[in-house]
């Protein structure tokens, strides 16, 4: 069953409303990159996310590691590895960031992480396609088939890449020592489809969005994916 498309109406509804402010509200001054993160709990087949627990830790971490002038992070979020579950709590931190973002007046990055639990490298996610066929009930038990994510936005082989140069953000990893590689299926699961949300409100507010899929913590171990988050920080603030 495809979800209640008058409830994606209302967040998009509300996004205008937050675009018509934001642009009242724009001034000039200096310029700064401001990565909100986000991560899911955990799901059918994988009992830990390590998502969840990278992105928990993340500003703890890069508080002692430092991060680039002009870099901020901004909120770091868990959110349930739900279709539609997952769209109230995306939605708030997105008008905050919008908030938030016209007060420094810079860049605005919207970052997330999911797991591959198949994988043995980071993946980075060039696009989300405008489906959603999930393999599996997601975490509230909905299991759509075939359904479009946003209907008026058309078919669901519809596409929307990220405007974020991945080729240079893959070179900045590969010269620290991460494997990593540039992935243009995030599948059609809950990733796919926030990530989906994700560019198409970027888009549509002069932000920025990627999606990264990283794998298990017994394929790569915990200490490692930390590093590879906060590197991986520095290499959107740097490229974007």
Same mark, same amino acid.
Not at 68 to 81: A, H, K, N, Q, R
Not at 167 to 195: M, W
């Given at each position: 069953m495809c979800p209640p498309q008058a409830l994606v109406e209302v967040y998009i509804k509300h996004w205008n409303c937050i675009e018509v402010r934001s642009n009242e509200m724009g001034? $000039?001054?200096? &310029? !700064?990159?401001?990565? *909100?993160?986000?991560?899911?709990k955990k799901f059918q087949g994988v009992a830990e996310n390590p998502t969840e627990t990278m992105v928990s830790n993340l500003k703890t971490f890069v508080g002692k590691r430092g %991060?680039? #002038?002009?870099?901020?992070? !901004?909120? /770091?979020?868990? %959110? $349930?590895?739900? !279709? #539609?579950?997952?769209?109230p709590m995306l939605y708030k931190i997105m008008e905050l960031g919008v908030a938030n973002g016209n007060s420094s007046n810079g860049q605005v990055v919207w970052l997330h992480f999911g797991v591959n639990n198949g994988a043995v490298k980071f993946a980075i996610e060039r696009q989300a396609v405008n489906e959603a066929t999930f393999c599996c009930p997601d975490e509230f038990g909905w299991q759509?088939? =075939? /359904?479009p994510i946003v209907h008026e936005d058309g078919e669901t082989s519809r596409a929307r890449e990220t405007s974020c140069?991945?080729?240079?953000? %893959? =070179?900045?990893? &590969? &010269?620290?020592?991460?494997?990593?590689?540039?992935? #243009? #299926?995030?599948?059609?699961?809950? /990733?796919?489809?926030?990530?989906? *949300?994700s560019l198409r409100f970027a888009e549509?507010?002069? @932000?920025?969005?990627?999606?990264? @899929?990283?794998?298990?913590?017994?394929r790569i171990d915990e200490?490692? =994916?930390? =590093?590879?988050?906060?590197?991986?920080? $520095?290499?959107?603030?740097s490229t974007c």
């Open positions: 001034s $000039e001054g200096p &310029k !700064g990159v401001t990565i *909100h993160v986000t991560g899911f %991060l680039l #002038d002009g870099v901020t992070l !901004g909120s /770091c979020t868990v %959110l $349930e590895t739900a !279709g #539609d579950g997952a769209l759509p088939q =075939q /359904c140069p991945v080729e240079a953000i %893959l =070179q900045f990893l &590969k &010269k620290k020592g991460f494997d990593a590689t540039i992935s #243009d #299926d995030a599948g059609r699961f809950v /990733c796919n489809y926030v990530y989906y *949300h549509q507010r002069g @932000h920025k969005s990627l999606f990264v @899929h990283v794998p298990l913590f017994s200490a490692t =994916q930390m =590093q590879f988050a906060a590197t991986l920080v $520095e290499a959107i603030a």
